[in-house]
């Protein structure tokens, strides 16, 4: 399953990962790279804490980059 992710680094330099489509699975790191391998780890917690009380997972966006001339 692929789901959108939003990384941005907030005012001390740290990197904040948020699955909008996961309400409150937010995770961070030191870098980009570890703020989306520990938003991976959120994530998939996050589903198996879904199934495992018989809740619907919310389904993946589906979504593509288009780049444009400016």
């Known amino acids: 399953m692929k789901f959108r992710v939003h990384v941005e680094a907030d005012e ?6 948020e699955c909008p489509t996961l309400p409150g699975c937010i995770s961070q790191g030191d870098t980009r790279e570890a703020a989306l391998h520990n938003i991976k780890d ?8 879904l199934e495992k009380h018989g809740e619907a997972v919310p389904l993946p966006v589906n979504e593509e980059v288009v780049e444009v001339a400016a």
């Open 12 to 17: 001390d330099g740290v990197f904040v990962a």
């Open 42 to 49: 959120a994530i998939a917690g996050y589903i198996f804490s």
